[in-house]
């Protein structure tokens, strides 16, 4: 079974914990850098980024997980998690940090407040059909790099009140995130592709 750590500090742990372990992981939630060494990937959590930022630069956490990602461990990133591995953050707090796991600028908050919460289909490359996916004060993609995959969009009014398709899940090589939160939904395909990377780059 591969070993895929859920960041703990902060976020809708548990949930991803069970998730995660429904399709066959052993998973594992990590709040010191000795339990990073024994991870074969990493799921960042649904909570708030901003937290999430200051905890793991608190609990000396933010430079191990840095490296672990530049040496290619497989992360999840699920809302916050997503903008945790931004690497550009819009409405950030001007200290916040993230990872930049993903060559993307997230905007946080993109919905709007007026639909602080909202759940609705989205399809995603590779999936056989669409997913039910909930979001909760949720970020949007607003550029990728060349090198990320665009998995899912959605059209929605933002912050701005307009109508357009917003970016909502990508993918750059062994890096994986999504506005959304699957942990929430009991729908595991989401977490059996992760785990599925954690197994190809083992
Ligand atoms: N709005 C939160 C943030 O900026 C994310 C919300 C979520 O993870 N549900 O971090």
């Known amino acids: 079974r591969p070993v895929v750590g859920v960041f703990a500090l902060q976020g809708d742990v548990r949930e991803h914990v069970r998730a995660l372990t429904a399709v066959g992981a052993t998973a594992v939630p990590v709040r010191r850098p000795a339990e990073l060494d024994d991870v074969d990937g990493l799921v960042i959590p649904g909570g708030e980024s901003t937290t999430m930022s200051k905890l793991s630069v608190d609990f000396g956490l933010y430079d191990p997980i840095a490296k672990r990602i530049a040496d290619g461990m497989p992360v999840y990133g699920s809302c916050a998690g997503m903008i945790m591995l931004a690497s550009t953050v819009l409405d950030g707090r001007p200290d916040q940090q993230s990872f930049g796991a993903i060559s993307m600028t997230v905007r946080r908050n993109a919905f709007g407040r007026q639909v602080d919460s909202f759940e609705a289909p989205v399809s995603v490359s590779g999936l056989d059909a669409p997913f039910h996916a909930v979001f909760i004060r949720a970020p949007w ?9 665009v998995l899912g969009s959605i059209s929605r009014a933002g912050v701005d009140g307009t109508v357009a398709p917003h970016v909502v899940a990508v993918r750059q090589g062994a ?28």
Do not use: I, K, W, Y
């Open 141 to 149: 993609v607003e550029s990728v790099g060349a090198d990320v995959a």
């Open 175 to 202: 890096a994986l995130a999504t506005s959304f939160h699957p942990e929430l939904t009991g729908d595991l395909r989401l977490h059996e592709l992760f785990v599925e990377m954690v197994r190809e780059a083992a």
